[in-house]
Nanobody, 122 residues
Framework: QVQLVESGGGLVQPGGSLRLSCATS????????MGWYRQAPGKERELVAS???????NYADSVKGRFTISRDNANNTVYLQMNTLKPEDTAVYYCRVRGISYNNGPIPYNDWGQGTQVTVSS
């Protein structure tokens, strides 16, 4: 049973910081991309940031310079450091892990976390 455990959401004032964590039980050697998405009420889910197995990163324009994605390969964990938070960052944040499993043949996978609420409000 694959597990994807997210943590770190909560309520923060504008200008504050939060760090999200997402730990996966997938083999680090099978992972191609890890990322964070978010979905605000009434809006579509959007990419916030992603990081490849090679360390290349990609960010939404709205978070560039404020958010940083990183990964800890030893613990199969991806982080999202969020600084200078704004009310418009309020959303449910989802972790996503994509890769290829070689158990019983090459099978691509696309795992999603359960989501963690981030609320930015005074």
């Amino acid at each position: 049973q694959v597990q994807l455990v997210e943590s770190g959401g909560g309520l923060v004032q504008p200008g504050g910081s939060l760090r999200l964590s997402c730990a996966t039980s997938r083999s680090i050697f099978s992972i191609k991309v890890m990322g964070w998405y978010r979905q605000a009420p009434g809006k579509e889910r959007e990419l916030v940031a992603s990081i490849t197995s090679g360390g290349s990163t990609n960010y939404a324009d709205s978070v560039k310079g404020r958010f940083t994605i990183s990964r800890d390969n030893a613990n199969n964990t991806v982080y999202l450091q969020m600084n200078t938070l704004k009310p418009e960052d309020t959303a449910v944040y989802y972790c996503r892990v994509r890769g290829i499993s070689y158990n019983n043949g090459p099978i691509p996978y696309n795992d999603w976390g359960q989501g963690t609420q981030v609320t930015v409000s005074s």
